[in-house]
């Protein structure tokens, strides 16, 4: 909706402008999940799942049956007390998981600051959206009031208009009562 020059709305031109350009824009129209990288979906499969109840009983009942079966010696000790090689898998598990973790947190941080700055444009929009109908408004209301201050000055001119035709009437009576007399 673009203004004519003389209807430029109150709200600063630099406001303008910027309001011009986030209706072009849309901040509103914005998905985080497009564009994915084959990496950036791996990361965050890796800390959703890594990250859930269902890894940790899982890894938990690995681990004591791991421990339990060294220990009672069912099966050949592969691993014998204190569990050098568990603790060499969970290391490796550890080494490898934190920065794939850490990727797709970075990512999230991303993501949260393209959103907050889109907030950001979006209350911005608004705001100075607001300030335009005020702006519409308070012209409405002075058009307006304008408007009837017209009327009722054309109503005062009709008034003594009346009252002037009035007297006009009276006098032309009085003189007609009087010349019949």
């Keep these: 909706m673009a203004l ?12 303008y402008h910027l309001l011009q350009q986030l209706r072009e824009r849309e901040p509103s129209q914005f998905s985080p999940h497009t ?13 959703a799942t890594v990250g859930s109840w269902r890894f ?3 890894q938990s009942g690995i681990l004591v049956i791991w421990i339990g079966l ?42 949260d600051r393209q959103s907050a700055r889109r907030d950001y444009e979006i209350n911005m929009k608004a705001e ?6 005020h702006d519409k408004f308070d012209r409405l209301e ?3 009031a ?14 003594e208009q009346l009252d002037r035709l009035e007297a006009l009437i009276t006098a032309q009576a009085d003189v007609s009562s009087r010349s019949e007399q």
């Design 4 to 15: 004519a020059p003389n209807q430029l709305p109150l709200i600063d031109q630099d406001d």
């Design 142 to 144: 002075r058009t307006d």
């Design 70 to 111: 060294n220990i009672t010696a069912f099966v050949q000790r592969w691993d014998p007390y204190p569990f050098i090689l568990l603790n060499l898998v969970l290391s490796f598990q550890a080494a490898y998981t934190a920065p794939i973790i850490m990727m797709s947190q970075n990512r999230q941080a991303d993501i």
């Design 35 to 47: 564009g994915l990288t084959l990496g950036m979906r791996l990361s965050d499969a890796v800390a």
């Design 146 to 159: 304008q408007g009837l201050a017209d009327i009722v000055k054309a109503i005062q001119n009709q008034k």
């Design 56 to 58: 940790i009983t899982i």
């Design 128 to 133: 100075l959206e607001i300030e335009l109908l």
